[in-house]
């Protein structure tokens, strides 16, 4: 090759090296000027719920374990709680004390009683019929003038006496016969729909001391296990159910407008690979919180807020864990 030719090699080669250069620095303040993608970041969440008592006791079982997937109606816990033994027990002798006086209400007095009553009416009437006798012979022997009438008014007292005595024996006859009033029967009536009341309460808390699942999921949890004390109310086995899932964002409120509800966006679970799934916008929150954003431009900016912003999966997804971080990009 002639020194002339090597010449205009090295020419071309530097005028290829500069256009070079030139295409690169071109394609670098290209992608240096062209809007960034936003990726936000999001993680899984479910519904979760709390299997507790109503009544305090010692836990007796604990019948799952964490992992377990338990359908609704599976046993979870059982407990033991003398103390609703004796109350029960209360409750059953009020019961029977209320049921007894109910029934001495409605038998009334007993038949020696009715007899008893019935003996001091004749014994009051044979005293009137006595009394009304001595009196007709008495105002007989005044008209005559043989008695004064002093004496005669004195047996024409004891008379109408005699008779106010067999009114009244005639009355406790009565009601000795006819048994309580009508207002004792009901009183001894709600009485014993008291105590009754009393037993079901009692019994239905004894039901809560077996406990079954109101909830299909898995057992994230068992706070309280055998021998503990538990307080009422307080849960002792937790379950999520990863089936009803969603994706939680906190979106800041310049970021807002891109999502509406009801809009589709896909996104990466990160920890399930590569792929991509399809998400509803399913809720955005009324109310925004303070956020730790910086300001939008300096010297004039404000405190940015970020509101609460839950997508749902469009179709189920599989090894789904409450946790995992799922990526949307805008």
Same mark, same amino acid.
Do not use: C
């Given at each position: 090759m002639s020194q002339k030719q090597k010449s205009k090699t090295g020419v071309l080669i530097v005028i290829a090296l500069i256009i070079s250069l030139i295409v690169w620095i071109s394609f670098t303040f290209f992608k240096a000027y062209q809007p960034k993608e936003i990726i936000l970041q999001g993680q899984i969440d479910a519904q979760s719920y709390n299997v507790s008592?109503?009544?305090?006791? $010692?836990?007796?079982?604990?019948?799952?374990?964490?992992?377990?997937? @338990?359908?609704?109606g599976k046993k979870i816990f059982s407990m033991s709680s003398p103390e609703l033994n004796t109350k029960l027990l209360q409750a059953q002798a009020a019961k029977d004390v209320a049921v007894a006086q109910k029934n001495q209400a409605n038998n009334g007095a007993r038949k020696q009683e009715i007899r008893a009553a019935l003996s001091q009416l004749h014994k009051a009437q044979a005293a009137e019929k006595l009394m009304h006798k001595t009196y007709q012979r008495v105002?007989?022997?005044?008209?005559?003038?043989?008695?004064?009438?002093?004496? $005669?008014?004195?047996?024409?007292?004891?008379?109408?006496?005699?008779?106010?005595?067999?009114?009244?024996?005639? !009355?406790?006859?009565?009601?000795?016969?006819?048994?309580? $009033?009508? !207002?004792?029967?009901?009183?001894?009536?709600?009485?014993?729909?008291?105590?009754?009341?009393?037993?079901? !309460?009692?019994?239905?808390?004894?039901?809560?001391? @077996?406990?079954?699942?109101?909830?299909?999921?898995?057992?994230?949890?068992?706070?309280?296990?055998?021998?503990?004390?538990?307080?009422?109310?307080?849960?002792?086995?937790?379950?999520?159910?990863?089936?009803?899932?969603?994706?939680?964002?906190?979106? $800041?409120?310049?970021y807002l407008p891109h999502f509406t509800v009801g809009k589709i966006f896909e996104a990466k679970i990160p920890a399930l690979g590569d792929k991509t799934y399809k998400f509803k916008v399913s809720f955005i929150s009324v109310m925004g919180d303070f956020a730790t954003w910086r300001a939008t431009e300096s010297g004039k900016g404000f405190d940015m807020k970020s509101f609460e912003v839950e997508l749902r999966a469009l179709k189920p997804i599989e090894n789904l864990r409450v946790g995992m971080s799922v990526l949307l990009t805008l």
């Open positions: 008592s109503k009544i305090p006791g $010692r836990i007796s079982e604990v019948f799952v374990k964490k992992g377990d997937n @338990i359908q609704v105002d007989k022997l005044f008209k005559s003038g043989v008695v004064s009438e002093q004496k $005669r008014d004195e047996v024409f007292t004891q008379y109408k006496a005699a008779k106010f005595t067999t009114s009244g024996a005639y !009355e406790l006859y009565l009601m000795a016969k006819e048994g309580a $009033r009508v !207002e004792i029967k009901d009183a001894a009536l709600a009485q014993e729909k008291i105590y009754n009341a009393k037993v079901d !309460e009692v019994n239905v808390y004894l039901k809560e001391s @077996i406990q079954y699942a109101f909830h299909k999921g898995e057992v994230t949890q068992i706070l309280i296990h055998s021998g503990e004390l538990s307080p009422s109310g307080f849960p002792v086995v937790s379950l999520v159910d990863i089936e009803d899932s969603w994706a939680k964002f906190s979106i $800041r409120e310049d």
